[in-house]
Nanobody, 121 residues
Framework: QVQLVQSGGGLAQAGDSLRLSCSVS???????MAWFRQGPGKEREFVAG????????YYDDSVKGRFTISRDNAKNAVYLQMNDLKREDTAVYYC???????????????WGQGAQVTVSS
């Protein structure tokens, strides 16, 4: 059974940094990976994605220049480094996996359990 297990998140003040991790187990396949978030009263939205083949990355405009997605193929893990956090970044963050980069939520094959990120100022 394919499982995605997340770690990280928590409380931060505006301008601080946090790092999220997501570990994939139970499969020999290499997946495209992505991060989504769902804030209060908002739809689940794409944050960042990364290809498995060439490490090409994609970002929503709201986080470009502040967040960085990366992966360690040997560990089959993906990370989201979040810098210069803003109050509007407050959300539950989910990692997702698909045979292709799941830039839309319905394209994801597997999901992590989610992690709360709360930013105050």
């Amino acid at each position: 059974q394919v499982q995605l297990v997340q770690s990280g998140g928590g409380l931060a003040q505006a301008g601080d940094s946090l790092r999220l991790s997501c570990s994939v187990s139970g499969t020999n396949s290499r997946y495209g990976m992505a991060w989504f978030r769902q804030g209060p009263g908002k739809e689940r939205e794409f944050v960042a994605g990364i290809n498995w083949a060439d490490d090409g990355t994609y970002y929503d405009d709201s986080v470009k220049g502040r967040f960085t997605i990366s992966r360690d193929n040997a560990k089959n893990a993906v990370y989201l480094q979040m810098n210069d956090l803003k109050r509007e970044d407050t959300a539950v963050y989910y990692c997702a996996a698909g045979f292709y980069v799941p830039a839309q939520a319905d394209a994801a094959d597997y999901w992590g359990q989610g992690a709360q990120v709360t930013v105050s100022s």
